[in-house]
């Protein structure tokens, strides 16, 4: 079992950075893979990256975006620099035991979602 809760959102204007924090509980934390995803007002959730043993971004994000890890704080990190108005949306945290890939539906833990908005 596990338990994500996110924070670090907010608002700020096009150029400028912020990081997303994901804490999670949970015997086995370091032994799952988690996963950043985003949902913009009238679109589709969408996967942003993800981290186990490698790391995967999205098109969008790559180059921009950074997940990282710290074990020993049971924190999972998305270092988001460069910041668009298109990621203005709800992110996501998401975490499996085995799967690390982009696909929503195969992650079993989800925290609630934090805001981010990006101004032009």
């Known amino acids: 079992q596990v338990q994500l809760v996110e924070s670090g959102g907010g608002s700020v204007q096009a150029g400028g950075s912020l990081r997303l924090s994901c804490a999670a509980s949970?015997?086995?934390?370091?032994?799952?893979?988690m996963a950043w995803f985003r949902q913009a007002p009238g679109e589709e959730r969408e996967f942003v990256a993800s981290?186990?043993?490698?790391?995967y971004y999205a098109d969008s994000v790559r180059d921009r975006f950074t997940i990282s890890r710290d074990n020993a704080k049971n924190t999972v990190y998305l270092q988001m620099n460069n910041l668009k108005p298109e990621d203005t949306a709800v992110y996501f945290c998401?975490?499996?035991?085995?799967?690390?890939?982009?696909?929503?539906?195969?992650?079993?833990?989800w925290g609630q979602g934090i805001q981010v908005t990006v101004s032009s």
């Open positions: 998401a975490a499996d035991e085995y799967y690390s890939g982009m696909r929503q539906s195969r992650y079993e833990y």
């Open positions: 949970g015997r086995t934390f370091t032994n799952n893979a």
């Open positions: 981290i186990r043993w490698s790391t």
